[in-house]
């Protein structure tokens, strides 16, 4: 089945510089979202878009912006880059079921991750 | 968001059952108790999810206590492939579509 792919899988950036990354959803799903998580940090919630619209924003800096595309794919951009934003990126996708006010929260499925290092 | 609180560590001996407690005492009507791990250098992965029922799956059990304040993952059978970091992660059904992870509980299984 496919999964999750996310681009590149390792970036190393220098201090000041700008960073793409890049995540591709499990086909027919709807939702992505974006996680951080710092060394020996548990995963933190970025950010997340619903059919291309932002639908909920955790704690990404002003230095972050992110969208969601007509084909469902998401880029988080990431510039004036600091030696605190190494860490590992994860997009995950789902789909929302169910309609009106009762939609089932399904699962979110993770891709591998992109390992950013900020020099 | 409601609050999840479990031990730091488990460990456990290959192929006996490991039982993963998380107490959730604020919890509301509306909230899913989810469960992901997370395997080392892996992102995380869903493993099971109820509301009041207990709940199987291939992965694991998930047992709810009738006042839905605490809840017990299950793993039957131990395997090294088991070791990981285990989130337990309330989802409000109403609007609450992220997950919030916090400190999870990392399960060691001895051969």
């Known amino acids: 089945a496919a999964g999750v792919i996310q681009s590149p899988r390792h970036l190393i950036k220098e201090k000041r510089e700008t960073a793409t990354l890049k995540c591709y959803p499990i086909?027919?799903?709807?939702?992505v979202y974006w996680y951080q998580q710092g060394p020996g940090q548990d995963p933190q919630f970025l950010i997340s878009f619903y059919e291309k619209m932002q639908s909920d924003k955790g704690s990404i800096p002003d230095r972050f912006s992110a969208q969601q595309f007509s084909d469902y794919h998401s880029e988080l951009n990431m510039s004036s880059l600091e030696l605190g934003d190494s860490a590992l990126y994860f997009c995950?996708?789902?789909?929302?079921?169910?309609?009106?006010?009762?939609?089932?929260?399904?699962?979110?499925?993770f891709g591998p991750g992109t390992r950013l290092t900020v020099t | 968001d409601a609050k999840t609180t479990q031990p730091n560590s488990m460990e456990s001996n290959e192929e006996e059952p490991v039982h993963l407690p998380c107490n959730h005492s604020t919890i509301s009507g509306t909230d899913y108790i989810h469960w992901y791990r997370q395997l080392p250098s892996q992102g995380p992965e869903y493993v099971i999810h109820?509301?009041?029922s207990n709940v199987n799956n291939r992965m694991a059990s998930l047992a709810i206590a009738e006042d839905r304040k605490s809840s017990t993952l299950i793993l039957h059978r131990a395997t090294l492939r088991d070791a990981a970091v285990y989130y337990c992660?309330?989802?409000?059904?109403?609007?609450?579509?992220?997950?919030?992870f916090g400190a999870g509980t990392t399960v060691t299984v001895r051969a």
């Open positions: 995950a996708s789902s789909s929302r079921q169910g309609q009106g006010g009762g939609k089932y929260l399904s699962e979110q499925y």
């Open positions: 086909p027919r799903h709807d939702t």
């Open positions: 992660i309330l989802r409000s059904r109403s609007n609450d579509y992220k997950l919030s």
């Open positions: 109820g509301l009041t």
